[in-house]
Each structure stands twice: as C-alpha cells, then as structure tokens.
C-alpha cells in the first residue's frame, strides 16, 4: 500500500523560516574570524605605520585596532546574516589580543626602539579586547 494521496506530506516540524536559515555557530566562525582579522590587520597597519613614522609608540590606537577588529568580524557575520552571539564576541576578543600585541610589536621593531610592556599596555590591551568583544557580539549600542 502507497502513501495516501490526499494526505500532506511530511515536515520537519519546522517553520519555513527556520529551514532556509544560515547555519549558526562554529560553521560560520571562519567567516567571522576572516572578518576579524581584516579588521584588525587593518588597525594594525595603521599603528604601525604611526610609529614607523612618527618614532613613537601612540599606545591609544590599541583601542581602535580592537574597535576594528570587532566591527570587521561582526561586518562579515551581517554580510552572512548571522545572528548576534557571545562566540562572535569571543572570538573578536581574541583576535584583538592578538592583532594588538603584534601590532605592538612590530611598532617597536620597525620603529626603532625596543619594545616594552608596561601597565598602560595593559590598559590599552583591555580597553581594545572589551571593545571587540562588545562590538563582536553586537551589543555597543548607544540606547
């Protein structure tokens, strides 16, 4: 005996949103971290060409190196569609941490001076990893 005619077809139980929806999580994390790091080689290139030029450290664009890491990765999760997740905040984080510490010290060897670490590293590395983060993961809103 065959399948009635009269009866629909079997679903998945799902919406049909939910079954043309992009993958989420780990499977589009290589976009996001391609995203990532165009952001924050970007903002690297930028500090170093400061310091190579300018023969001096500006520890503040360390800030601005996370800033745009966490906007190229959360701009490679819109172009996807992703939705909005701590992973991508995480992962903008991490690639900030080490955007700026080879920015850091590329700066100092191409600059001309020994690189060195002190407590307002740690400020500025802070500063640039909470900012990815909070653009990472969508949530650097003003309202």
Known sequence: MGQNPYQPPRSS???????SSPPAGLACAPRWIIGGILGGGAGA??????GVVTHYEVGWIAWGVGFLTGAGLRYAAYLGGDEES???GVLAGGLAIVA???AKFLVGSLGGFAPSFGPFDLLWLGLATVTAYKIGVGTYTSG
């Open 13 to 19: 139980g799902k919406l049909p949103e939910q079954e």
């Open 100 to 102: 700026v510490l080879a």
């Open 86 to 88: 701590v992973l991508q």
């Open 45 to 50: 290139v930028i500090w170093v060409l400061v």
